[in-house]
């Protein structure tokens, strides 16, 4: 069974850096997505950013490109998300999931992003931009 646990999340002032950081456990091959996800209180959930497990092609989503990266290492079973010029709109609590299936470029996992379906989900991690 996939495990995902959260983590890095915190308090920082606009136009600081975070990195978020999922540990992922239960995986039985390399195809799988892992998806950063956020929801703000009183909003919608959105999809941040994902990317493929086995060969680590990504996509990011426009409401946040140019700003956040993904990545992963595959040797310590992590993905990150790492945030840069943080903004007030980036408060709240940010989740990763993952799906098992063959999900490689920026199109199929973009449409994974926003479809799902999602098979296991972390237990969040609350980040918080304010000064």
């Known amino acids: 069974q996939v495990q995902l646990v959260e983590s890095g999340g915190g308090l920082v002032q606009p136009g600081e850096s975070l990195r978020l950081s999922c540990a992922a456990s239960?995986?039985?091959?390399?195809?799988?997505?892992v998806g950063w996800f956020r929801q703000a209180p009183g909003k919608e959930r959105e999809g941040v950013s994902c990317i493929s497990w086995k060969d680590g092609s990504s996509y990011v989503a426009d409401s946040v490109k140019g700003r956040f990266t993904v990545s992963r290492d595959k040797a310590k079973n992590m993905v990150y998300l790492q945030m840069y010029y943080m903004e007030p709109e980036d408060t709240a609590v940010y989740f990763c999931a993952a799906r098992r299936g063959h999900y490689s470029g920026a199109d199929y996992l973009s449409t994974w992003l926003f479809r799902g379906p999602y098979d296991s989900w972390g237990q969040g991690t609350q980040v918080t931009v304010s000064s």
């Open positions: 239960g995986f039985t091959s390399d195809y799988y997505a």
